[in-house]
């Protein structure tokens, strides 16, 4: 029951575009609840180590997310791509104002799934595994477009041995 929330951010989009379009809701419908459900998911991510989630398991959730979401995002800019070439010049003058719509929805898809990783990288600096340097290094890739799916792989298998217990271990980035 505690993993819900994350799988229901995995299957949402998909499932409320079906939705949408199988009963002839208006997008705007799907888009709010999809909004709610990825403001609920931010909040829940720092709510999770609460609930017994180890480093491991939410940089685990932050890397799945993120990859789920890469149709999602390949999906959008190329609505957004086919839309501005079909519209030719009737378009010229919304392309821009398009094309910021489109990459404000995709930051907000990884701005949520970024709190995942941001909720792991401070349960291994409380527990030890990184310092507040190393904290602010992860965040920092965690919330840059492109270097955060790539982050997210390598943080994943970087930190996945020092987010299973609370012991104490050397931090992975040394200073020397």
């Known amino acids: 029951m505690k993993k819900l929330p994350m799988i229901l951010l995995l299957i949402a989009p998909y499932a409320i575009y079906f939705l949408c379009d199988r009963t002839n809701i208006d997008f705007a419908i799907g888009l709010y609840i999809y909004a709610a459900i990825l403001i609920f998911n931010m909040v829940y991510a720092f709510l999770m180590p ?5 480093g491991k398991q939410l940089l685990f959730w932050n890397l ?24 030719g010049r009737a378009m ?27 909720s792991g990288f401070l349960w291994l600096y409380r527990h030890g595994s990184l310092t507040k340097k190393d904290v602010a290094l992860c965040t920092a890739a965690q919330l840059i477009p492109i270097t955060d799916v790539l982050g997210s792989v390598v943080c994943y298998f970087m ?17 020397d």
């Open 92 to 118: 010229s003058n919304i392309v821009l104002s398009v094309i910021l719509i489109a990459f404000a929805g995709c930051y907000m898809l990884q701005l949520s799934s970024a709190m995942f990783g941001i």
């Open 50 to 54: 609460k609930l017994n989630f180890n």
């Open 159 to 175: 930190f996945r041995k020092y987010g299973q217990s609370s012991e104490k271990a050397s931090p992975v980035f040394d200073d």
């Open 64 to 87: 799945l997310i993120k990859l789920c979401n890469i149709p999602l995002v390949v999906i959008i800019i190329f609505v957004v791509l086919i839309t501005s070439l079909i519209g």
